[in-house]
C-alpha cells in the first residue's frame, strides 16, 4: 500500500492526515491532531510559537511510522499571508508575527500614501486587508528587521525548509498577500521597487506539484524514515478548492476559521466592480484564480465558545441560536472583530446591547453570515456574467446544518456538502498527480483527480428557494 501524509495547519489546530488509494477510492486516515493559536507577547504583539508547530509536526510524522503506514510522500498547508524571515546565517528573525496582530494599523496608510489602493489593486486582484503581507513588510522595513533579513519563506515553505534544508517560494500561498503580479504570476518588480522593500527576499515562484526535497538525515532519524516532501497548493484554501469538482454554475464555500465564497476562473477578474465588492483574484492550482469574497467565519463562533469556557459545544450553540428571534445583523468583517478580548462583548457592542444574551448574540452571527453569502453569491454573478445554481461547502462549517439552512434561504442556491477534509484531499492531490506522472497511474491532473473525489465522497443536496 502507498500511502500519502497530508499535514494540515489552521489558525484553531492541526492535523495529520495519511491517503491511500483502496478499491478505487480515496481512503482517508486521521493519525494526529494537536491545537494551535496565536500567542500573546508581554508588550502585547500576536506571535505563532513555530517551533512547538514544528514539533508537532515531527511528532505526526513519526506516528505514520509507528502505526507501520509510512508515506512515501509528505506535503504541507497552512493558513496564508503570514511568514519567517532568515537572516544570512538561516537563522530565524523572531518574533514570526501573527497575522491579527495589530501592528499594520499604521502601515496600512503609510503603504496607500506610495501606492494608491486602486493601483495596487490593479496589478494584484488581492482585496485590501489589513493583515495582508505587504503591510506586514512595511512594519519590518520600518523597524529594520528587513535589513537583517536574506530570506523570505511563507510559513509552510519555512516548515518544508525545516524538513528538507530547501528552500522554495510556492504561488499559491505567495498570492495572498497582496505582492503579486496576477497576470504574471509572479512577484510585482513595482511593488517591491515602489515600497522600497529588499528584492532578494523574493524568490522565484514554484508551483504545486514541485518536489522540495527528501527528510534530511537528522529528520529522518528521529521519525524512522525518509520520504519525499513534495510542494502542495500550501495555502490551505487553494488546496480546499483544489479538491472541489466545479463547473460554471457551482460557486464554492469553504467554510472555516474564515469563510471564502467564490468561483474558479482561468484569468483573475480584476476590474472597478472587483474593487468595489473587495474581491480577491488568489492562484491556485494549474494557475487556476480562486475569485473570491474573504469574510471571517468560524472564527466567530470559536471565539464565543472560547469566551464561554467552552462549556457547550458547537451544537448547542447552534441550538441556542435556532431557539432565538434576534434579527439585528452585524458586518462579520467590522475590524472590531479582528481579535477582541471578548467576541461576545465586542458583537453587543456592535449592535448596541450590552446586555444582549448569549443565544441573542449567536443568532446575530448566524444571520450576519448567511446574509454576507447572500450578498456575496449577488456580486460574484455581476463579475462572472454567470448564473450559478449550486454552492458546494467545504470545510468545518459545513457540517453546521442551521448555517446550510440558512444560507440556502438567502442564497436562492443548492447547498452541496460531504467533502468534509476538502483542504487535505487538495494537499494530497498534488502528491498523488506527482506520483501519477512518475511512476504511471490514473491521476495526471487536478480534474482526472477531482473524479476520484467524486466517487470517494458522495455530495448531499440541501435545495434553495
Not at 505567495?174 to 511593488?191: F, H, Q, R, V
Amino acid at each position: 500500500m502507498k500511502y500519502f501524509l497530508a499535514v494540515d495547519i489552521g489558525a484553531g489546530s492541526g492535523r495529520h492526515i495519511l491517503g491511500s488509494i483502496q478499491d478505487g477510492k480515496l481512503v482517508l486516515e486521521e493519525i494526529h491532531r494537536f491545537e494551535n493559536g496565536m500567542d500573546r507577547q508581554e508588550d502585547g504583539h500576536l506571535i505563532w510559537d513555530h517551533e512547538r508547530l514544528f514539533r508537532e509536526i515531527k511528532a505526526g510524522l513519526k506516528k505514520a511510522g509507528e502505526l507501520g503506514k509510512v508515506p512515501s510522500y509528505i506535503a504541507i498547508d497552512t493558513w496564508g499571508v503570514d511568514y519567517v524571515l532568515l537572516d544570512k546565517d538561516d537563522n530565524e528573525i523572531l518574533p514570526v508575527y501573527a497575522y491579527r496582530d495589530e501592528r499594520t494599523e499604521e502601515a496600512v496608510p503609510a503603504v496607500e500614501a506610495v501606492i494608491a489602493p486602486e493601483k495596487l489593486y490593479s496589478i494584484t486582484g488581492i482585496q485590501k486587508q489589513n493583515f495582508n503581507t505587504i503591510y506586514q513588510l512595511w512594519c519590518d522595513k520600518q523597524t529594520g528587521r528587513m535589513d537583517k533579513a536574506e530570506s523570505l519563506l511563507m510559513i509552510p515553505e519555512y516548515f518544508c525548509y525545516k524538513l528538507t534544508g530547501v528552500k522554495y517560494n510556492e504561488y499559491t500561498n505567495a498570492s495572498t498577500g497582496g505582492m503579486l503580479d496576477a497576470a504574471k504570476k509572479t512577484w510585482s518588480d513595482e511593488i517591491i521597487e515602489t515600497l522600497g522593500y529588499k528584492k532578494s527576499l523574493f524568490g522565484e515562484l514554484t508551483l504545486p506539484g514541485t518536489e522540495v526535497g527528501d527528510l534530511l538525515p537528522s529528520i529522518a532519524e528521529e521519525v524512522g524514515y525518509d520520504a519525499k516532501v513534495i510542494l502542495c497548493p500550501t495555502h490551505d484554501t487553494a488546496s480546499a478548492v483544489a479538491a472541489c469538482p466545479l463547473d460554471d454554475e457551482t460557486l464554492f464555500l469553504s467554510s472555516g476559521t474564515w469563510s471564502l465564497i467564490g468561483f474558479e476562473n482561468a484569468e483573475p477578474v480584476i476590474n472597478e466592480a472587483g474593487f468595489q465588492a473587495n474581491y480577491t483574484n488568489e492562484g491556485g492550482i494549474e494557475y487556476r484564480f480562486r475569485v473570491l469574497k474573504n469574510f471571517m467565519g468560524m472564527w466567530l463562533f470559536q471565539s464565543i465558545r472560547k469566551n464561554l469556557d467552552k462549556k457547550y459545544t458547537y451544537d448547542e450553540m447552534m441550538e441556542m441560536a435556532m431557539a432565538s428571534s434576534y434579527d439585528k445583523t452585524v458586518d462579520v468583517n467590522s475590524p472590531n472583530l479582528t481579535a477582541p478580548e471578548s467576541m461576545i462583548e465586542a458583537i453587543r457592542a456592535e449592535v448596541g446591547e450590552p446586555d444582549l444574551p448569549v443565544g441573542d448574540v449567536l443568532e446575530c452571527v448566524y444571520q450576519s453570515l448567511s446574509d454576507a453569502y447572500g450578498r456575496a453569491v449577488k456580486e460574484a454573478e455581476a463579475l462572472s456574467g454567470r448564473t450559478f445554481k449550486k454552492l458546494l461547502i467545504v470545510g468545518g462549517g459545513g457540517s453546521d446544518v442551521y448555517l446550510n439552512k440558512l444560507t440556502a434561504e438567502k442564497t436562492g442556491l443548492t447547498i452541496l456538502t460531504g467533502i468534509k477534509e476538502a483542504t487535505t484531499t487538495g494537499n494530497l492531490a498534488s502528491q498523488i498527480i506527482y506520483d501519477c506522472k512518475a511512476n504511471g497511474g490514473d491521476y495526471t491532473d487536478i480534474m482526472n483527480f477531482r473524479e476520484l473525489v467524486k466517487v470517494s465522497f458522495p455530495l448531499s443536496e440541501t435545495k434553495g428557494h
